[in-house]
């Protein structure tokens, strides 16, 4: 599994890249050399394989990057400072109701992150089973490489070339609003969680429906000012409710 952090670069982020629980140390090396491709520098490793000889040989140039990995012992772990989180999937769903799996291609994707300021993660599936279900609820945004129907499962290192080519072709100077930060996007979840609380909303759909509010919001990137707005109605009503249910 791969997760990339895109920090701000001027007026955008910088670049993270994470590989979780990479099987093939060949492939830690590939990406290394193609973060060097496209700019980007920092390295992480959630439980990774033996990194040795073969991983600095694809590396080539990119050596600097593979040594000066940093480790981490889990994905929550490495996920706690991000403000915005990308999963990739090799598997296409449609149809709203399956929306777990619904993704944008990589070039949505970057229009879409070009927004979004602080840390972004972005999540390769694992080189031979991709995401865990639990793993994409995670995720605020998903992405999937279009590829033939008759193999579509690319391996990292590929994939990661395309979502770094993307990416860097959507860098730009320009300035754009503030976005809301990862700490006040859960602060909006929470108030949104106590309003389904004040409604009595069906526990049985309330998972379901949290997901696809997350997603809502992941895809929409908020503004600060678009955030504090949101956050004040969605908390108000949820006062409101609760209080009248207390009288």
Known sequence: MIIIYLYKVSQMADYFVLLVEPKIEGNVGAVARSMMNFGLKELGLVNPCEIGDVAEKRAMKAIDILKEARKFDSLEEALEDVDFVVGTSGVETHGERRFIRIALDPEEASNKLSEVNGKVALLFGREDFGLLNEELTRCDMLLRIPSSEEYPILNISHAANIVFYELFKHKTLKEKPRKASG???????????????????????????????????????????????????????????????ND
């Open 183 to 245: 700490f006040e996007k859960e602060k909006l979840h929470e108030h949104f969680e106590r309003l389904l609380d004040a409604i009595n909303y069906p526990e049985h759909k309330r998972e379901r429906t949290k997901m696809m509010f997350r997603r809502w919001v992941g895809r929409a990137t908020p503004s600060k000012w678009e955030f504090h707005a949101m956050m004040g109605v969605i908390s108000s009503a949820a006062d409101r409710l609760l209080k009248s249910k």
